[in-house]
Structure formats: C-alpha cells, structure tokens
C-alpha cells in the first residue's frame, strides 16, 4: 500500500530558529501533498496544498511566510517553520493522495516544541 | 464548506461490547474516508467508502450518499481500538475533518 513518511517525528527547537519538516511519499508519486497542524485533543486542520512545480495555496489565516512550503519533486514536500515561537509548538502531519485515487494516506507526523 | 459532525464526541466501552460511530456531512462529497488515530499520533486508514458497505475484521462501515450519513461499526471491542477516529470528506480535493470520536475501550 501507499506509504508515506515524515522526518523528523519529533524536534524541539529554540525561538528565533527556524526548522524544516520533510514529507514524503515512498513508494508512490504525489503532484499534491497536504500539511495539517494538531492540537491537543482537537481534530486536524488544514494548513496548505502543495504543488508540485507551482506555488502552495494556504487555507485562509495561516501565514505564508511563517510556514513555507516547497514541492521539490514528486515524492518530496518540505514545511519549513521559519522564526518559531512557542505558539507554534504543534502535532505537524502531512498526507497525499494515492495513485489513481483520491484516497489520502498520512504520514506519521511531527511533533514540534518550540522552547 | 462542507460540514462534518461526528457523534458521538466520546464513547466509552467495555472490552467485547459492540459501537456505532456517526458522521452527518452537509452536502454531496467525492470520497468519504475513515481513519483511526492512535496513541502515538498515527492516522490509520480504516475505510475508503464514498457509497455502499464494507467491511474489515471487526470493523465495517456503511456509507448512504443519498442521505449524507456514514456509520463505522466496531464489534467485540479491543482495548487496541482505543484512539481517535476521524471521518473526513472530500469535495472536489477539498478535505473536511469531523471533531472526531473519541473511544476508550476499558479491559
């Protein structure tokens, strides 16, 4: 079946700093990926689309560039979290559509901790 | 957008008992997917059913378009199915979450 995978699983990080999250599909190829942010007992909310070649398109109320993304290749998307601030400490989870389908597979997610 | 409501919000269960979960979605979707999230954070895929019925082991689902409903059955519960499960809509590549069910299964 359709993997995909995350890197790192967990990271904590310093204000002020920046960190790049990794998402990719390992045994599939993904033109749009999806990148979902988590708190603490609540459900996933979508962040963003991302395009591979083309600019990612961001769900209303969420910075563009605070959380930057880049669709690399077909298997790669990277968020990158730039100037992180405690706020931002979160569960990070990223998804793909599988070949062929609209099924979406979801990576195992990043947890961010931002001292 | 698309509204999706999961009930219930909680679910407690004893190990061997039988459960419903519901997801009301509030107009016609593409695809409609359920997933169980563990412990560790892991969203697993459990169903793909944007119509008609299925089933997996213990768990089946059962989805009416027509009337804009989804049921994920659990019977004879495991502790293991404790977690979150989530129902999630997709209208022309948007993706919806519900709230999500939250169910503990006691020994």
């Known amino acids: 079946g359709a993997v995909v995978s995350q890197h790192p699983s967990w990271v904590i990080c310093k204000s002020g700093t920046s960190v790049k999250i990794e998402c990719r599909s390992l045994?599939?190829?993904?033109?749009?990926m999806f990148w979902y942010r988590q708190f603490p007992k609540q459900s996933l909310m979508l962040m963003a689309t991302?395009?591979?070649?083309?600019?990612?398109?961001?769900e209303q109320g969420v910075e563009k560039d605070k959380f930057l993304i880049n669709h690399a290749s077909l298997t790669l998307s990277t968020l990158t979290v730039t100037s992180a601030h405690p706020e931002d400490s979160s569960f990070y989870i990223c998804?793909?559509?599988?070949?062929?389908?609209?099924?979406?597979?979801f990576g195992p997610g990043t947890r961010l901790t931002v001292t | 957008g698309i509204q999706v409501e999961q009930s219930p919000p909680d679910l407690i269960l004893q190990e061997g008992a039988n459960s419903t979960l519901r997801c009301n979605f509030s107009d016609s979707v593409n695809n409609l997917q359920w997933f169980h999230q563990n412990p560790w954070g892991q969203l697993i895929n459990l169903f793909y059913?944007?119509?008609g019925t299925k089933q997996n082991g213990r768990l089946s689902a059962t989805t009416v378009a027509t009337e804009r409903y989804s049921l994920l059955y659990i019977s004879s519960s495991q502790t293991t199915d404790s977690g979150v499960y989530f129902c999630v809509t997709d209208s022309w590549g948007k993706l919806q979450f519900g709230a999500g069910t939250q169910v503990v299964v006691t020994p």
């Open positions: 059913i944007p119509s």
């Open positions: 991302s395009n591979e070649g083309s600019k990612a398109t961001y």
């Open positions: 998804s793909a559509p599988g070949t062929g389908r609209s099924e979406q597979y």
């Open positions: 045994d599939f190829q993904a033109t749009t």
